[in-house]
């Protein structure tokens, strides 16, 4: 197999470009920032991949991407913060950016609203709270990540909500 | 609290060549305290009140199977006497204390009257099961601010409410008594003057149905979030020689009252100055027994099937020797990364630690569903060593190799718990947790260059989304719709930075 | 002895906040104990010679990483004196003891004469590596039959062999010899008159570089097959407090005739009469030490590291606080069912059994290969309680969980012995073992009918051969093979019953 | 999905029908001389399944069928022995049975050769030696499990054999 990605890599830090590169998919090319490196890249019975670095280094783990192109990546037991955009990907999320909106306040979890706190056309702080959801025997209280107008309430007390369903709208609001 | 103490229990009668019965309801047919039982019995549908709370139905699968212990785990009906004495009328062993015991400590405002008459110090509070927020503000206003309303029938932080002024006591009440209703089917609460940086301590006594009791020295508990205990250890780093000897004269007084005989638990709460007040009773065993049995060299779960079945305890005080030190982590399925919000699902892939001084106690396998039903723990890693530091190095050993996908847990936590200096130092107090969780984002560390190699590697060869990795879309996706509901979509590049 | 013992010691570096470097052949590039380091190295090929035993790879890997301690794990080069010699040239600390040590204790017949000259008894036997069977039938004449042939650079059982007569005595010569040359490149071998009916005996030492010794009590390991050791336990249930005493005492001077400084065994055989004689010493950690480790509350793995680094002891023999027993059984991929056959393969499930008092550990996880270059154990299962009967409970407890699928190994073996009442009562020595196997049928069990009825409905509702099966088959392959290799092929209906 | 099948199982006390009848697969009725039960059989993420019988009797297993009929069978954590034949071949086994034969002598496991014991023509006794493999660093002594005449020896000292090699084949004699 014949093998070669580019990929923006979004850290605090900024972007870099990461390139992989392979010819038999197991001695691996990796470049960034002028880094040029060449590894072993085994894979493992359970699908993890095993790479060991000129120096030695061994690092094991395993990542996927969803279809917005980040990465879901563990690095040994435990998930790793990881951004490799698509290059295309990334330009569209830029502009996205840029275009700002309504925030929709979803569902964490399965649960049965308790209470509701706001009302369309309320002013919210960040940090205020929306509603109380009661999920695995806990009261959880929703808040508002940041400031802005309560467009629309979607969810009333006793209502038992699914996963991702939306419970309020939020405008942000141009800064005065 | 279905599995894991079911199979702990479970296991305890297998060692002692005992078979078992599970009971179960519809949410949780292919669990594992159910496929690793001998016998297994539907209850009803997924609701604890038509299922694990059903008396009737408990004890008509009893009958069914011809079993002749009813062991009631903790959590549900672990604490009812109500179900004590039904079982003792279906001419059922219950394994656990007197129905009379139960009472006695079940009701928190009793005890607490109990404990006073029998000499034990207990907490300025209020003495009866309080009906509106009223009777509690003449409490508070001669107690002063701040108090804590808790569920008479309460236990393990729910419908528990700090409450810190005049203004916040009724809203506080409210809450707490909800969620009593909710926890325990009894919305009556009481109040408590909430006394500053106390540490939790709790002794753990054994006694038989002979009249012998027996102090299995203290455990610290006050890593505590939301009044939910989340790491104990055993013996409490706070507790020397001579205050030792009095905590456990104190438990065994307490558990001569109610002429207690299993295992259960006194819990104390322990202040700066070394003095402690009596807080209540827990009769049963605890969710954290194993960090005792592993310094004490006793089986709790074994000692209190061979009590229910009339025998002596198979140790006296002066038999007991303990060494060394161990910790236990609760894992929960809540996001340490996002507010310890619950997070059901389905455990796509389990490592646990192993090795040396390492105990797993868990009621999930790989393949496990987390139902939204029902508490959150999923099992507890203990670890015991030589001395707390030998069991620290070893513990963070354990929580590195330790892999749970699919359902986010408090396994963030822990890790950066036992890298602090506080925790290492063992300088801690009941509030401690909280005001320690308040400012941190124990999200997941930025990908060092190597790591990133790793992934972009990964990604490259197995292609966009390998199907091996598909397994893990459903946490992936769980994960971003948390994400959008704690801040808005237009920050795409920050939605892995929480 | 490459994985479990390398992930053992990777555990107590984690637990010292050491980072780890493994090496490894072709054969282990994707093993647990590569894929859980820091750092890891190729040697070469999978074939020993080129890799595990090639001391020049090692310490070129250990250069390239900058390692500063090199463990030897056990097999291998763990008793090599030109390895421990050529790593303190290299400026590399070995963990381990002094090579002259080793030699004085690796070559068995110095160390014989060593004991001798320190008054520590030893089994009558030749004192020079002898080159033909002749120089043996010598010594067997006057000690009589039967006799046991050694390697020399021995251990482990591999190139011993029990000669019974004077017409064996060739053939058992021969064997012995091409055995020794094949596992130590050293094909000189001796001859030990075999007692009768004893039992082994070893005492863990463990010395420092300051001149501490101290003896961490005895282990009992007479549960053998052809002189490899399977089960072993601590304390020895044959051993009172004041054999203890005399025990420990000989031991100590037997590690002080040779400065030991470090971890290591000196293991005698206990005759009937009470009477004891020194066998060998083996100078690196042993395959059974969790079960001192267990009992007596210490970490050896831990320890020989610190010694290494140039510590002192962590503890004196007074500090010691044995308590309650534990039981080791080693997991071997040989198949306890057709002869203790090797069974290289692919361990397509692993599922390890938890909870109190259980320990793993173990080389292996679901997916592993086992390779048919090198000795075939997999891991250990290591039990502990309050005393041999609790342990025994849990162990069968333990064994019952442990599922592995894809090679053949000895739980079946196990499984019987935890019921056997003979081991039960402790009632064993040396050859025991090879004679309780004798005549039994360690195959399944025949099914019940409702466990007929479970298979028949995996079978009609998953179809013939379900996906989710067929990573068995390969197994089930090899194992009809073996059945072929057994019997003839004219007895379908017996294929499934040896 | 609807379910109906028919097994001749094979124990040490002989042969019985054994048929097993769904029509959700979850809820399955059992039939052997003359028992009849219904049962809960579900099936668990991993692929295993768990029964739980009339009387409350729970049992995890799993089990598969090879081409010649035979199950490979799984209770718990152990393998179990259960043979589960479909009624057609079970007759083929049984006119195999009645033919009799030679017996191949396979390799059990990839090893070398060390010592071939017997030649062609050899008669050879139960329990025989037949040769000496190594592998594992362990020398393994293949005997013969019936007595016969050695037909032919397939291998030859210091040869490397696979799995399923034949090593030797053995004629099994007319009873004098």
């Not at chain 2, 929580?399 to 200096?421: H, K, M, N, Q, S």
Request: net charge negative; aromatic share 6%; charged share 25%.
């Amino acid at each position: 197999m014949n093998v070669r990605r580019r990929f923006v890599w979004r850290r605090s830090g900024g972007r870099a470009e990461l390139t992989v590169e392979s010819r038999d998919g197991r001695s691996v090319t990796f470049k960034t920032e002028g880094d040029e490196i060449v590894a072993d890249l085994a894979e493992l019975p359970d699908g993890r991949r095993s790479v060991i670095l000129p120096s030695g280094r061994q690092l094991t783990g395993r990542a996927a991407t969803g279809p917005d192109g980040r990465a879901e990546a563990w690095i040994g037991a435990r998930r790793i913060d990881v951004e490799l955009a698509d290059p295309l990907l990334d330009l569209a999320a830029e502009s996205a950016h840029a275009a700002g909106g309504a925030a929709e306040i979803r569902a964490q979890i399965p649960g049965r609203v308790v209470e509701v706190r706001v009302a369309p056309g309320d002013h919210v702080a960040a940090g205020a709270t929306l509603l109380v959801l009661e999920a695995m025997k806990m009261q959880n209280e929703i808040r508002a990540d940041s400031a802005g107008l309560v467009a629309r309430v979607d969810c009333s007390p006793g209502q038992a909500v699914e996963t991702g369903a939306v419970l309020v709208r939020i405008e942000s609001e141009p800064v005065a | 609290n279905r599995g894991e103490i079911a199979v702990r229990v479970f296991r305890a009668c297998r060692d002692l060549g005992i078979e078992t019965v599970a009971v179960y309801s519809d949410a949780d047919r292919t669990a594992l305290h159910v496929t690793m039982a001998d016998y297994a019995v539907r209850l009803g549908p997924a609701p604890s009140a038509e299922s694990y709370l059903s008396i009737p139905r408990i004890l008509e699968a009893a009958k069914k199977t011809g079993a002749a212990l009813v062991h009631p785990g903790y959590g549900f009906l672990a604490e009812s006497a109500d179900f004590a004495r039904a079982c003792s009328d279906a001419e059922l062993t219950f394994v656990g204390p007197s129905p009379s015991a139960i009472e006695a400590m079940g009701a928190k405002t009793t005890s607490r009257a109990l404990m006073q008459w029998a000499g034990v110090p207990v907490v300025p509070g209020t003495t009866t099961p309080a009906r509106d927020a009223g009777e509690l503000a003449e409490f508070a206003r001669e107690a002063g601010y701040p108090i804590l309303i808790k569920a008479t029938a309460g236990g393990g932080g729910k419908g528990m409410r700090r409450v810190d002024s005049q203004e916040d006591l009724s809203s506080g009440f409210a809450r707490a008594s909800a969620e009593a209703q909710a926890s325990f089917g009894d919305g009556s609460v009481y109040a408590e003057k909430l006394l500053l940086q106390p540490r939790h301590v709790e002794v753990q006594v054994v006694g038989d149905r002979h009249g012998h009791r027996v102090a299995v020295g203290e455990r610290e508990c006050s890593i505590q979030r939301r009044h939910q205990k989340v790491v104990e250890e055993c013996p409490s780093p706070a507790v020397g020689p001579e205050l030792r000897r009095r905590l456990l004269s104190a438990a065994v007084a307490a558990a001569e009252t109610v002429g207690y005989d299993s295992c259960g638990t006194v819990e104390f709460l322990l202040a700066p100055d070394g003095s402690f007040y009596f807080l209540e009773m827990n009769t049963r065993l605890q969710v954290e027994h194993p960090v005792t049995e592993m310094v004490w060299g006793v089986d709790l779960a074994a000692e209190m099937i061979r009590i229910a079945l009339g025998e002596s305890l198979s140790f006296t005080a002066d038999d007991l020797a303990p060494r060394g030190h161990a910790i236990e982590c609760r894992l929960y399925a809540e996001d340490a990364t996002r507010g310890f919000t619950p997070s059901p699902g389905v455990v796509s892939r389990l490592r646990m630690p192993e090795g040396p001084g390492v105990r797993n106690d868990v009621g999930i396998e790989a393949g496990s569903a987390v139902p939204i039903d029902y508490d959150p723990m999923l099992g507890k890693l203990v670890v015991a060593g030589a001395d707390r530091d030998e069991v620290i190095g070893r513990l963070s050993r354990a929580l590195d190799e330790y892999e749970i996908a699919g359902v986010e847990t408090t396994l963030p936590l822990f890790r950066a718990l036992v890298r602090d200096p506080e925790f290492r130092a063992a300088a801690f107090h009941t509030q401690w947790l909280d005001e320690w969780i308040g400012g941190r984002s124990l999200g997941p560390p930025e990908a060092a260059v190597e790591e990133a190699f790793l992934a972009a590697g990964c990604i490259s060869i197995d292609g966009g989304t390998p199907a091996r990795a598909r397994q893990d879309r459903g946490s992936r996706w769980r994960a971003s719709a948390r994400v959008e509901a704690l801040r808005p979509p237009h920050h795409p590049s920050r939605g892995f930075r929480p």
